[in-house]
């Protein structure tokens, strides 16, 4: 018997990523040559999108495209994912990531949005839970929040306070300190070091990632954001689903591009077993 994953509803941002390889990342004002250009899925909602997919979970992504030629190219990884789509479709341009990846794996991104700022109140399939980033206006978030059924989850990034009261809550240091609440279940990333489960603020697990050499971390938190999220879902205990959290973020980073980095479950699985 086939047992369905648990049904997630992302909103949030679709991007065409246009990603250089580099040497090093220029300082202001230089310029750097040499670069490998790649033009690649991605947008944060997007990504998460197409990881928990990856992991066994059942997704629509609520988002918002543009009419141009960048459409059909930002949207092939979900739809090679089997995400259903729920689009608006505007005038404005496709969203689009301009990315530096240097060769330590570190990253500059500047994001254009383009029809992802114009995402509005949205409405929301049937689902267990519902995703969000802060790639797309105050008003789609609000909505989603006030509309979700399930568990609401947040991936506070880019970084700027909000009021909705999420039941998980994943940031960064910096994003950490933008926050306007800090109750609930707040995962705390730390980059190589990790990454912190919260409860109120009380600590309630810790985790490390497995060894790997990082080439790129653009879509590394969206591995750990989605992987989070599908194991607690799926009813494993906190400190098992934060372990799988930071193997999935790993992987990530440790592959080239946001979209085809993203594993799957088996691919946590095996490095949780080789760690």
Do not use: Y
């Amino acid at each position: 018997m086939v047992v369905a994953g648990p049904r997630i509803t992302v909103v949030g941002s679709v991007n065409l990523d246009l990603v250089a390889w580099v040497k090093t990342l220029p300082r202001p004002g230089e310029t750097v040559t040499g670069a490998r250009l790649s033009r690649i899925p991605g947008g944060k909602g997007a990504n998460q999108a197409v990881a928990c997919a990856r992991l066994g979970a059942e997704v629509t992504l609520v988002a918002a495209v543009g009419r141009d030629a960048f459409r059909d190219e930002a949207l092939a990884g979900l739809i090679e994912a089997g995400v259903a789509l729920s689009l608006v479709e505007t005038d404005a341009p496709t969203g689009v990531a301009l990315i530096q990846v240097d060769a330590a794996g570190e990253t500059t991104i500047a994001v254009a949005p383009g029809a992802n700022a114009l995402l509005g109140a949205v409405t929301l399939p049937p689902h267990d839970a519902v995703l969000c980033q802060l790639e797309v206006p105050d008003e789609a978030v609000l909505a989603a929040w006030e509309g979700c059924e399930g568990l609401f989850c947040l991936n506070a990034a880019p970084a700027r306070p909000i009021a909705v009261d999420p039941d998980l809550t994943v940031v960064n240091r910096f994003e950490w300190e933008a926050l306007a609440r800090r109750d609930g279940l707040v995962a705390l990333t730390l980059g190589a070091e990790g990454a912190v489960l919260l409860d109120d603020e009380a600590e309630v697990a810790r985790a490390v990632p497995p060894a790997v050499e990082a080439v790129d971390g653009t879509a590394a938190g969206d591995a750990f954001t989605a992987c989070l999220l599908v194991s607690l879902l799926e009813g494993r205990p906190e400190d098992e689903a934060l372990r799988r959290a930071c193997a999935a973020g790993a992987l990530a980073a440790s592959r080239f591009g946001a979209q085809p980095s993203l594993p799957t479950a088996a691919e946590v699985d095996g490095a949780l077993r080789r760690a």
